[in-house]
């Protein structure tokens, strides 16, 4: 699978009490300032929850629908947050994931929020921060602010008091440094195992790429079917109709002019070979012979023998790359191929071809004038086709070339 | 074949067919008096007053003609014979599909043919055919004719035919008249008479004299979808 998107490095990297040096200090003392915002995020946390849960018992009256749409949107807010916070301490990137409420109004907006489970989360996330996400919150600021406090109160008021009560404190400095780190971990986990829903916005965004390649390749083959239909019925089908008409007719005239019957026979007979050559070169449009008998290497080595120019391949693949993958990948070589010949006014070609790390990568390259447009009907044919596959198109095709297409499609268990 | 040679209006779009095509009419003594090789150009031929100062005969098309490569020529046909009822058409195509051949024939004035490219091999067929339908008969493909035979006999049974009436049906759909059933059979004609009278007792249809007719009544009868 590809990755989502680049983890930013997180904040809270250790719970472990050592180092003890100057960057622990800072982040330290960061993970103090997010608790404390957090201890002051807690009352209109607080607020919010109670506000849900009225907005969500007054649904049906009108004051429950306003309400809904104050609440919401401000615990949108809160949680959105929050979820940056924690994902700048843990490194991860999370989604909210909320249900598409788009082009609804004020009155059926909170109809969608009622059944989005993500939303639903979001109460229980403002629960937890008004209630035991509070605790976790506080100690972290406390337990730095007593000695703090008192030592000031030494310092300023003086007295025996104040110095006992800054000698007792001093240990609470030592806990603040051991225990805040895993008191932020368990604050941010938390919330994350509420707030986080970008597994299931990972899964979405893959369920949409599947459905979307599906369609396409579903499409591609149904033209392809319509493309060989017309192949033969324009092609071999009309000559052979056209053999049986000529030979019917010299039957006709064998008797009554013998050479016109000999001329139309001798005519049968080169329609007739031009039929099979048709048909040869339907078939070969379905399942190449060189692909067929050799694999992709072979077949590359042959298509490379039809160009007019000179093609250096180097294929170096191990067995056991699907067929169907092979034949995307034939077919997207010989439509590269071809665009070279065809536009790019290319004096060589190269194509190579590897397997590393269950990853086929085909690389076809000209010296040719460049300015291939990978939108281009020829090009996004080829991407279509892989897409079938989790294949993916590169093209690097800068102004005056060279111009370099990349092929690359996932074929795990082959090494 | 009396009187003036059969005027013929062709479209076909591949070149090597229509050469061939208008090869064999010649020498069957029919004039090819135009050519259309694509929808628009046949739909320009066959709009008046084009077709009266062409006077067709027979207009013989090809099913699928540029630009779509779908059904423009028996489209064409259909609106032609809308607009000139009877005007008699031959229909050529590559493949057969019983549902084209009974649009052709749903306005029931008889003068249709539906043939497989095939079958203009069989050159004297043929020209039979065109001249068939240009006198106001019809000419099926008897593999129209084995499909619409095929499915009458899952609606209804055909059992109720001997199989040599089965075999006098089948031909007698094809356009053939009582004669020419009784020369492919090796029968005498009135045998084939009393073939025909039984099938259509057995079929419930009204005797009628007319060969063209009763192939219309038993083509309506095999198509005949509320049975």
Same mark, same amino acid.
């Given at each position: 699978?590809?990755?989502?998107?680049?983890?930013?490095?997180?904040?809270? &990297?250790?719970?472990?009490?050592?180092?003890?040096?100057?960057?622990?200090?800072?982040?330290?003392?960061?993970?103090?300032?997010?608790?404390?915002?957090?201890?002051?995020?807690?009352?209109? /946390?607080?607020?919010?929850?109670?506000?849900?849960?009225?907005?969500?018992?007054?649904?049906?009256?009108?004051?429950?629908?306003?309400?809904?749409?104050?609440?919401?949107?401000?615990?949108?807010?809160?949680?959105?947050?929050?979820?940056?916070?924690?994902?700048?301490?843990?490194?991860?990137?999370?989604?909210? +994931?909320?249900?598409?409420?788009? +082009?609804? @109004?004020?009155?059926?907006?909170?109809?969608?929020?009622?059944?989005? +489970?993500?939303?639903?989360?979001?109460?229980?996330?403002?629960?937890?921060?008004?209630?035991?996400?509070?605790?976790?919150?506080?100690?972290?600021?406390?337990?730095?602010?007593?000695?703090? $406090?008192?030592?000031?109160?030494?310092?300023?008021?003086?007295?025996?008091?104040?110095?006992?009560?800054? =000698?007792?404190?001093?240990?609470?400095?030592?806990?603040?440094?051991?225990?805040?780190?895993?008191?932020?971990?368990?604050?941010?986990?938390?919330?994350?195992?509420?707030?986080?829903?970008?597994?299931?916005?990972?899964?979405?965004? &893959?369920?949409?790429?599947?459905?979307?390649?599906?369609?396409?390749?579903?499409?591609?083959?149904?033209?392809?079917?319509? !493309?060989?239909?017309?192949?033969?019925?324009?092609?071999?089908?009309?000559?052979?109709?056209?053999?049986?008409?000529?030979?019917?007719?010299?039957?006709?005239?064998?008797?009554?002019?013998?050479? #016109?019957?000999?001329?139309?026979?001798?005519?049968?007979?080169?329609?007739?070979?031009?039929?099979?050559?048709?048909? !040869?070169?339907? $078939?070969?449009?379905?399942?190449?012979?060189?692909?067929?008998?050799?694999?992709?290497?072979?077949?590359?080595? #042959?298509?490379?023998?039809?160009?007019?120019?000179?093609?250096?391949?180097?294929?170096?693949?191990?067995?056991?790359?699907?067929?169907?993958?092979?034949?995307?990948?034939?077919?997207?070589?010989?439509?590269?191929?071809? @665009?070279?010949?065809?536009?790019?006014?290319?004096?060589?070609?190269?194509?190579?071809?590897?397997?590393?790390?269950?990853?086929?990568?085909? $690389?076809?390259?000209?010296?040719?004038?460049?300015?291939?447009?990978?939108?281009?009907?020829?090009?996004?044919?080829?991407?279509?086709?892989?897409?079938? =596959?989790?294949?993916?198109?590169?093209?690097?095709?800068?102004?005056?070339?060279?111009?370099?297409?990349?092929?690359?499609?996932?074929?795990?268990?082959? !090494? | 074949?009396?009187?003036?040679?059969?005027?013929?209006?062709? #479209?076909?779009?591949?070149?090597?067919?229509?050469?061939?095509?208008?090869?064999?009419?010649?020498?069957? +003594?029919? !004039? $090819?008096?135009?050519?259309?090789?694509?929808?628009?150009?046949?739909?320009?031929?066959?709009?008046?007053?084009?077709?009266?100062?062409?006077?067709?005969?027979?207009?013989?098309?090809?099913?699928? *003609?540029?630009?779509?490569?779908?059904?423009?020529?028996?489209?064409?046909?259909?609106?032609?014979?809308?607009?000139?009822?009877?005007?008699?058409?031959?229909?050529?195509?590559?493949?057969?599909?019983?549902?084209?051949?009974?649009?052709?024939?749903?306005?029931?004035?008889?003068?249709?043919?539906?043939?497989?490219?095939?079958?203009?091999?069989?050159?004297?067929?043929?020209?039979?055919?065109?001249?068939?339908?240009?006198?106001?008969?019809?000419? *099926?493909?008897?593999?129209?004719?084995?499909?619409?035979?095929?499915?009458?006999?899952?609606?209804?049974?055909?059992?109720?035919?001997?199989?040599?009436?089965?075999?006098?049906?089948?031909?007698?759909?094809?356009?053939?008249? @009582?004669? /020419?059933? /009784?020369?492919?059979?090796?029968?005498?004609?009135?045998?084939?008479?009393?073939?025909?009278?039984?099938? =259509?007792?057995?079929?419930?249809?009204?005797?009628?004299?007319?060969? @063209? &007719?009763?192939?219309?009544?038993?083509?309506?009868?095999? &198509?005949?979808?509320?049975?």
């Amino acid at each position: 699978m590809t990755h989502w998107e680049m983890m930013p490095s997180p904040i809270l &990297r250790s719970v472990s009490p050592t180092p003890i040096d100057g960057p622990a200090l800072a982040s330290r003392l960061r993970m103090t300032a997010a608790a404390l915002a957090y201890t002051a995020l807690a009352a209109p /946390a607080l607020v919010l929850a109670i506000g849900s849960i009225l907005s969500a018992a007054l649904g049906p009256l009108l004051v429950g629908v306003a309400l809904a749409n104050a609440v919401v949107p401000a615990t949108e807010a809160l949680a959105g947050l929050h979820r940056r916070v924690d994902g700048a301490f843990l490194g991860v990137r999370m989604a909210a +994931g909320y249900a598409d409420t788009s +082009g609804r @109004n004020p009155v059926t907006r909170p109809m969608r929020w009622l059944t989005d +489970g993500a939303r639903w989360r979001d109460v229980g996330f403002l629960w937890f921060s008004a209630t035991g996400g509070f605790v976790l919150s506080l100690l972290p600021p406390a337990l730095l602010a007593a000695p703090v $406090v008192h030592l000031t109160g030494a310092l300023i008021v003086g007295g025996a008091f104040w110095w006992l009560l800054a =000698f007792l404190g001093g240990p609470s400095l030592v806990v603040w440094w051991l225990v805040t780190p895993a008191l932020t971990l368990a604050r941010m986990r938390t919330d994350a195992a509420l707030l986080d829903r970008s597994g299931v916005e990972r899964l979405r965004h &893959r369920v949409a790429q599947v459905a979307a390649s599906r369609a396409d390749t579903i499409d591609h083959g149904a033209a392809e079917l319509r !493309r060989i239909e017309r192949d033969l019925h324009d092609g071999a089908q009309a000559r052979i109709a056209a053999v049986g008409m000529a030979v019917g007719l010299a039957d006709k005239l064998l008797r009554t002019d013998p050479e #016109a019957a000999s001329a139309l026979l001798r005519e049968a007979r080169t329609t007739s070979v031009e039929a099979l050559e048709d048909l !040869r070169s339907v $078939v070969r449009g379905i399942h190449p012979p060189a692909l067929a008998d050799r694999g992709l290497a072979g077949g590359v080595e #042959a298509l490379a023998l039809q160009v007019p120019l000179p093609v250096t391949v180097s294929m170096r693949l191990p067995g056991g790359v699907p067929e169907p993958v092979e034949s995307a990948v034939y077919f997207a070589v010989a439509e590269c191929l071809s @665009n070279t010949v065809k536009h790019a006014g290319a004096s060589r070609a190269w194509l190579t071809g590897t397997v590393a790390g269950g990853l086929l990568v085909v $690389v076809a390259g000209d010296d040719g004038c460049g300015g291939a447009d990978p939108a281009g009907g020829g090009l996004s044919g080829i991407a279509r086709r892989l897409a079938a =596959f989790d294949g993916t198109v590169t093209v690097a095709s800068p102004a005056g070339g060279p111009t370099t297409v990349t092929l690359e499609v996932p074929c795990p268990g082959v !090494r | 074949m009396p009187g003036r040679p059969l005027r013929i209006l062709l #479209a076909e779009d591949q070149a090597l067919l229509l050469a061939g095509l208008t090869r064999i009419l010649e020498a069957g +003594g029919c !004039r $090819v008096v135009a050519t259309a090789r694509s929808g628009p150009e046949l739909a320009a031929a066959l709009a008046d007053p084009a077709l009266t100062a062409l006077d067709p005969d027979v207009a013989i098309l090809d099913v699928r *003609l540029p630009p779509t490569f779908s059904t423009e020529g028996l489209v064409a046909a259909v609106e032609a014979r809308a607009r000139r009822p009877g005007l008699p058409v031959l229909v050529l195509s590559q493949y057969v599909e019983p549902l084209y051949a009974g649009e052709l024939l749903a306005g029931g004035h008889g003068a249709v043919g539906y043939l497989l490219k095939d079958r203009v091999s069989d050159v004297d067929a043929f020209l039979e055919s065109v001249h068939r339908v240009a006198d106001g008969g019809t000419a *099926l493909d008897p593999e129209v004719v084995a499909a619409l035979v095929r499915s009458a006999r899952r609606r209804r049974p055909l059992d109720r035919l001997t199989d040599r009436e089965r075999e006098v049906l089948t031909l007698m759909a094809e356009g053939r008249s @009582n004669a /020419a059933v /009784a020369d492919r059979l090796f029968v005498s004609e009135k045998a084939v008479g009393k073939h025909t009278t039984s099938i =259509f007792a057995k079929l419930d249809l009204p005797p009628t004299p007319d060969d @063209n &007719r009763r192939v219309l009544a038993v083509l309506a009868w095999l &198509r005949d979808e509320r049975a």
